[in-house]
Nanobody, 119 residues
Framework: QVQLVESGGGLVQAGGSLRLSCAAS????????MGWFRQGPGKERAFVAT????????NYADSVKGRFTISRDNAKNTVYLQMNTLKPDDTAVYYC????????????WGQGTQVTVSS
């Protein structure tokens, strides 16, 4: 069973950048599609980005396209979310997740990391 631990959140001014990391335990990391999701204050959890096991396929929410980049390093069992040109609306708890495919995050969820963007 895979376990996920996010890091890299924090407080940043609008227009700034952050890189989130999600470290996974286990030997089967490359088999899993990975995703990032977020839940803002008073909002439901929402999709941000997903990446296939090989890293060849990625998908993004319209709200982050062109600003966020998801990537993975299977040798390090880690998935990243590079966030540029951050906006106050990006303020949320960010969660990473693992699944059998990019449409199904059914294997594990992390505990979340807070990202706060000040105006």
């Amino acid at each position: 069973q895979v376990q996920l631990v996010e890091s890299g959140g924090g407080l940043v001014q609008a227009g700034g950048s952050l890189r989130l990391s999600c470290a996974a335990s286990g030997r089967t990391f490359s088999r899993y599609a990975m995703g990032w999701f977020r839940q803002g204050p008073g909002k439901e959890r929402a999709f941000v980005a997903t990446i296939s096991g090989t890293g060849e396929s990625t998908n993004y929410a319209d709200s982050v396209k062109g600003r966020f980049t998801i990537s993975r390093d299977n040798a390090k069992n880690t998935v990243y979310l590079q966030m540029n040109t951050l906006k106050p609306d990006d303020t949320a708890v960010y969660y990473c997740a693992a699944g059998d495919n990019i449409a199904t995050m059914n294997r594990a969820w992390g505990q979340g990391t807070q990202v706060t963007v000040s105006s």
